[in-house]
Every structure is written in structure tokens, then in C-alpha cells.
């Protein structure tokens, strides 16, 4: 099956500072997604990508789907506590019905 | 709206039991999922249903069925557990299979004995 390889799989950083992770896959991928979960909580979409090169912000959060369309990468400025959680990619292959996750990134965060 | 809904929060089973994870939804949304969630694995897909009648197999299908006779709900049934499939478990929905914003149920932890 399909494989995301994401990375770090941890993050403790100090408030204030800027995030980077980034997620690889096997394969092309027609959608790229970064989801948040909170514990206890299911996951909540953050940021959607739909085209090669796309360079997407939400607040702090900038997301970009890569020009390979193999990788996305996701970086948070101005880290804040409220930004701790693990962050997920996921990916929608062109022509499935599946979407694949990564294995996420924990990030803490240091006031 | 009370969006994807799923019941119970908590369970336990002792191996070879069986049961069913509920899930509903109400923004009438054709595609539904149930993702299982272990540590360091990310969320991993089980079944899915690309609208009413219609179910597929996902990543990990084995010892899982799933049938979808409503637009609103998508049970998961477990029919003889193990202690493998202790895990988090999602259902998520999206308006369609093409429309990528899924959203998320608040989950269910189960523990097989």
C-alpha cells in the first residue's frame, strides 16, 4: 500500500520559535492534507492543498504541496502553547477513494 | 448540527466477544470511514463507503465488517475481538469522495482483554 514517511516524529521547541515537518510519499499524490489532533480529540483539518507547487496559509500556518507532488511540507511561525498536539499529513492519491496518514508529529511547546 | 457522532467513548472487551462501533452523521455527507489509531502508526484505514449500499475494504480490513444502509450511519462490527485490535477508532465523513475536508468523530477506545 501507499507509505507517508513523515518527519520529526517529535518537537520540543520554545514559544516563540518557527516549526518545520514535512511528509514524503511512495507515490504521486493528487491532494495533500495537514490535520491537528488534540488529545482526546479526533483530528481537524488545518490546511488542503490541490495542485503541484500550491503554497497555502491559515493564520500561521503555511503549507506547500511539492512540485514532484511526492511531498508537502508544513511550517507554524511564532510557535504558541495552544500549538501543541500531533500534526498529521495525509494524501488522496489520484483516481482512489483512500486517503493515507502519516505517523505524525508531536509537538511541544516550551512558554 | 451535531456533525460525525460516535458511541461508546470507552469499551472493553474480553477476546472473542463481539460488538459494534456506532457512528452517524448529519450533514448528509455520501462518503464515510473508520480509521483505528495505535501509536506511532498514524491512522491507518479500515473500511469506507462511498455512499449508501456501497462499502470497500481499506488498508487493515481483517476482522472488521462494515455495511452503510443509511446516508447517516456507518456501524463498524467486531465480530470475534482480539487484543490486536485494541486501538483508537475514527469514522470520519466528507461530502464526497473528491471533496478532501474529512471530519472527524471524537473516537472510541477500545481495549481487548
Known amino acids: 500500500g501507499q507509505q507517508l514517511n513523515q518527519s520529526p516524529q517529535s518537537m520540543f521547541i520554545q514559544e516563540g520559535e518557527d516549526v518545520s515537518m514535512n511528509c514524503t510519499s511512495s507515490?504521486?499524490?493528487?491532494?495533500w492534507l495537514w490535520y491537528k489532533q488534540d488529545p482526546g480529540e479526533g483530528p481537524v483539518l488545518l490546511i488542503a492543498?490541490?495542485?503541484?507547487?500550491e503554497l497555502t496559509s491559515n493564520g500561521r500556518l503555511t503549507a506547500q504541496f511539492g512540485i514532484t507532488r511526492k511531498d508537502s511540507f508544513l511550517n507554524i511561525s511564532a510557535s504558541i502553547p495552544s500549538d501543541v498536539g500531533i500534526y498529521f499529513c495525509?494524501?488522496?492519491?489520484?483516481?482512489?477513494?483512500?486517503?493515507?496518514f502519516g505517523s505524525g508529529t508531536k509537538l511541544n511547546v516550551k512558554p | 448540527n451535531a456533525g460525525v457522532t460516535q458511541t461508546p467513548k470507552f469499551q472493553v472487551l474480553k477476546t472473542g466477544q463481539s460488538m459494534t462501533l456506532q457512528c452517524a452523521q448529519d450533514?448528509?455527507?455520501?462518503?464515510m470511514s473508520w480509521y483505528r489509531q495505535d501509536p506511532g502508526m498514524g491512522l491507518r484505514l479500515i473500511h469506507y463507503?462511498?455512499?449508501?449500499?456501497?462499502?470497500d475494504q481499506g488498508e487493515v480490513p481483517n476482522g472488521y465488517n462494515v455495511s452503510r444502509s443509511t446516508t447517516e450511519d456507518f456501524p463498524l462490527r467486531l465480530l470475534s475481538a482480539a487484543p490486536s485490535q485494541t486501538s483508537v477508532y475514527f469514522c470520519?465523513?466528507?461530502?464526497?469522495?473528491?471533496?478532501?475536508?474529512?471530519?472527524f468523530g471524537p473516537g472510541t477506545r477500545l481495549t481487548v482483554l
Open positions: 507515490s504521486i499524490f493528487n491532494t
Open positions: 470520519a465523513s466528507s461530502r464526497d469522495s473528491s471533496y478532501n475536508e474529512q471530519f
Open positions: 495525509a494524501g488522496h492519491p489520484y483516481n482512489f477513494n483512500k486517503f493515507y
Open positions: 463507503s462511498v455512499g449508501a449500499g456501497i462499502t
Open positions: 492543498l490541490y495542485k503541484a507547487g
Open positions: 450533514m448528509n455527507h455520501e462518503y
